[in-house]
């Protein structure tokens, strides 16, 4: 009898388990070593009068937070204890678009592409009002160094589809093209339309076929245009996210990177073709994407093609993936502000009733979270771990055998095990009932054949980190 200990590697469902990468992990993240738990998400607000689906996190100089969350016509504001303020209504969204913010030094614009530029200032405002009588209307909005900059305009009564507009510098209500102000746009003509756009020290405009740097130069021209990207764009405008100047994007073929000069495949021969059949390609229009600054994680929600929706998770510094269950509609950056005793007994009347606990980032304020929306309430997701799943790849040493032991190496946990043996590769991978470890972290078996799976599942509500399992292996005799 052989103890072999199976580590758990790379999870890449475009290849096969014969090739030594995981074959699931789900509702789990990577971790330079191993999967750590990935958490449910918790209701975070009270219900709004629509559905949400929009989160936008705004800090003050002063370090206050403020998490303003949209509908198709309204605007809230989240307060710490979880209570909606209406702080905008009456304007139209179309149901394939999303109300959109920025920050532009203590001022927070939202855009839609049916009413003018909105502002709202920081610690005085208690409503959006038009940032200026020439705001323009625009899909996307940003900020790139000292200008407030809007793309996909409207304008003339058409979509400027090609449009890249921006503010005088240093003031966002002044949008009249003067050289003096460098208020100004710019057209790009070649790449499709504009489907996002990211700022920063440097501007990123992602078309559908191309995407461009916009540089700051200053005047005559204000700003540069290159095309750094030909014949690759980004095809869902809800899949670009941004983290300290790196910008992350769905394409035609897959998910990438970009730096501002190279555009770099991250999904390419581990999880492209899983999402691309995966994914219902009909509602790419559906899709969200976030990033998770606490656990450095950037997060996709899609729409499945069997109507469920779900959730692709990229580790940026193990640069490993996982997938997950998405129980919210919708993605995106939240925080929440500090809160007194009397805000707490507005969310329970018993601490050991709360679903987080008091030092969550949750109730510390002025921290930013990974949060979301399903149906007319705001979640984060700081709950409990979810159910997950790490299935190791086949198992072979050579020769029909037979598992008859195994010990799931779970940090401050256990685990159950569940076993798939085949004789043929060609054969169906059909899993077991799944056995819960003993007292001694031992789960018996009795599975014959040359190509063995194992399905763990962590067990343990503070379960940190799943490495490994132990398993006993014995050569089959042959007559």
């Given at each position: 009898m052989a103890t072999t200990r199976v580590t758990f590697g790379e999870w890449m469902p475009d290849q096969?388990?014969?090739?030594?990468?995981?074959?699931?992990?789900k509702n789990v993240?990577?971790?330079?070593?191993?999967?750590?738990?990935?958490?449910?998400?918790?209701?975070?607000?009270?219900?709004a009068a629509e559905n949400l689906s929009s989160l936008y996190a705004a800090k003050s100089p002063d370090g206050n937070t403020t998490l303003f969350a949209?509908?198709?016509?309204?605007?809230?504001?989240?307060?710490?204890?979880?209570?909606?303020?209406?702080?905008?209504?009456?304007?139209?969204?179309?149901?394939?678009?999303?109300?959109?913010?920025?920050?532009?030094?203590n001022v927070v614009i939202s855009t839609n592409n049916q009413e003018k530029l909105q502002s709202w200032t920081l610690g005085t405002s208690s409503t959006f009002t038009d940032l200026a009588a020439n705001a323009p209307i625009a899909k996307y909005i940003t900020?790139?160094?000292?200008?407030?900059?809007?793309?996909?305009?409207?304008?003339?009564?058409?979509?400027?589809?090609?449009?890249?507009?921006?503010?005088?510098?240093?003031?966002?209500t002044d949008w009249t093209e003067d050289v003096n102000t460098q208020s100004d746009?710019?057209?790009?003509?070649?790449?499709?339309?504009?489907?996002?756009?990211?700022?920063?020290?440097?501007?990123?405009?992602?078309?559908?076929?191309?995407?461009?740097?916009?540089?700051?130069?200053?005047?005559?021209?204000?700003?540069?245009?290159?095309?750094?990207?030909?014949?690759?764009?980004?095809?869902?405008?809800?899949?670009?996210?941004?983290?300290?100047?790196?910008?992350?994007?769905?394409?035609?073929?897959?998910?990438?990177?970009?730096?501002?000069?190279n555009v770099i495949p991250i999904g390419a021969e581990k999880v492209d073709r899983f999402f691309l059949a995966d994914a219902l390609e009909t509602d790419y229009e559906s899709m969200s994407a976030?990033?998770?600054?606490?656990?450095?994680?950037?997060i996709w929600n899609y729409r499945s093609v069997d109507a469920v929706r779900k959730l692709m998770i990229y580790n940026f510094q193990t640069?490993?993936?996982?997938?997950?269950?998405?129980?919210?509609?919708?993605?995106?950056?939240?925080?929440?502000?500090?809160?007194?005793?009397?805000?707490?007994?507005?969310?329970?009347?018993?601490?050991?009733?709360?679903?987080?606990?008091?030092?969550?980032?949750?109730?510390v304020g002025g921290k930013y979270f990974l949060g979301g929306t399903l149906g007319t309430r705001v979640y984060s997701f700081t709950g409990a771990s979810q159910t997950g799943t790490i299935s190791t790849a086949d198992i072979d040493i050579g020769a029909n055998s037979v598992v008859t032991l195994a010990r799931p190496i779970v940090d401050n946990g256990s685990g159950s095990i569940a076993v798939s043996s085949r004789t043929l590769l060609n054969q169906s991978v059909n899993y077991g009932t799944s056995t819960a470890a003993d007292s001694e972290n031992r789960v018996s078996l009795r599975s014959a054949g040359r190509y063995h799976r194992l399905k763990l599942t962590p067990t343990g509500a503070a379960w940190k980190t799943a490495v490994a399992v132990d398993v006993d292996i014995t050569p089959q005799g042959v007559r």
């Open positions: 096969s388990g014969i090739s030594g990468a995981l074959t699931d992990a993240v990577s971790q330079a070593i191993g999967y750590g738990p990935f958490p449910t998400p918790v209701v975070l607000s009270s219900a949209a509908g198709l016509t309204k605007i809230y504001t989240v307060g710490g204890a979880g209570t909606l303020t209406l702080v905008n209504s009456g304007y139209t969204t179309n149901p394939y678009q999303r109300m959109r913010f920025t920050q532009f030094g900020v790139v160094r000292d200008f407030v900059v809007v793309a996909n305009t409207y304008e003339s009564g058409e979509q400027q589809q090609y449009r890249v507009r921006w503010s005088a510098i240093n003031d966002e746009y710019q057209d790009i003509p070649d790449g499709g339309q504009i489907m996002g756009i990211r700022g920063g020290e440097f501007g990123l405009v992602l078309l559908e076929r191309s995407i461009h740097r916009m540089t700051y130069v200053g005047t005559p021209f204000i700003f540069q245009f290159d095309n750094i990207s030909r014949n690759k764009g980004c095809m869902a405008a809800g899949s670009i996210a941004q983290y300290q100047g790196i910008t992350f994007f769905l394409s035609d073929d897959g998910f990438y990177m970009c730096d501002g000069q976030a990033i998770d600054p606490v656990r450095k994680l950037v640069k490993k993936w996982t997938y997950g269950d998405a129980n919210t509609d919708y993605l995106g950056e939240a925080s929440s502000g500090a809160l007194t005793l009397e805000e707490l007994d507005d969310i329970s009347e018993s601490i050991d009733a709360l679903e987080n606990s008091l030092d969550s980032l949750l109730y």
